[in-house]
């Protein structure tokens, strides 16, 4: 199946390392990310979870609720979370700091997370590398879908964060390889009226050859 940009991401109920969960109570009213990674026990899943837990902060400071999720079932969850726990340096004395989900196969397979190519033992699908970001209002607002073989870039994820933030309430886009007080780029639906209005800092246009005027940058309007 697979959930489009725009669409109400769908609600379930899962087994989770913090007990039973509905993830709308979980995530109610927060910008929120569920993301899968293929089997516990494995060395880049292990890095990546571990590195989330680490910086668990860097999701905290920007109002965003995170669940991680396999088919693995909750007991192999909390085996594992032992070992990252002892390799990763943990905030709250210790205690890992989001939950883990143990997703049904029908469940993964609606959210479209399952990878062809990487089977279990028993031949069965693995989870790919999926990044959903949730916004408040509970619609899809960006996703990642990565192979098992390729661990993601937390860096990127903030930043996607920070992004989907500031343009959800100011008429700016953010350019390639933008971080948060950068330059933004003023909407193309704005007339450079609007935007004079707007932006009380002002625009600049790049000149190009076509002559048209779609190239504004403004000061990041958050800072
Ligand atoms: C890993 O997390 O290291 C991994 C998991 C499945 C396939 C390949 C790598």
């Not at 920007?62 to 007991?75: C, H, T």
């Not at 600049?204 to 000061?219: D, G, L, M, N, W």
């Amino acid at each position: 199946m697979g959930i489009n940009l725009g669409n109400v991401f769908p609600n379930f109920k899962c087994s989770t390392t913090e007990g039973e969960m509905d993830f709308y109570n979980y995530i109610e009213g927060s910008w929120a990310i569920l993301f899968s990674h293929p089997a516990d026990y494995t060395p880049v899943c292990t890095t990546e979870l571990g590195h989330a837990a680490s910086n668990y902060h860097e999701f905290e400071k920007r109002g965003v609720k995170l669940m991680g999720l396999s088919v693995d079932p909750v007991d192999s969850h909390n085996g594992w979370i032992k070992d990252i726990q002892a390799i990763c340096t943990m905030p709250n004395a210790g205690k890992f700091p989001f939950p883990l989900a143990a997703g049904s196969r029908k469940l993964v397979s609606d959210l479209g997370m399952l990878d062809p190519d990487e089977v279990d033992g028993s031949g069965m699908p693995l989870t790919a590398r999926c990044v959903f970001i949730i916004g408040p209002d509970k619609r899809l607002k960006l996703s990642l879908l990565y192979p098992a073989t390729t661990g993601r870039n937390f860096k990127e994820i903030y930043r996607v964060i920070d992004s989907l933030q500031l343009t959800a309430s100011k008429k700016v886009a953010t350019p390639a390889n933008w971080e948060s007080g950068e330059k933004c780029m003023v909407v193309p639906s704005l007339s450079d009226e609007q935007a004079k209005q707007l932006f009380p800092k002002g625009f600049e246009t790049t000149p190009v050859p076509s002559q048209k005027s779609y190239i504004r940058y403004t000061p990041d309007p958050s800072v």
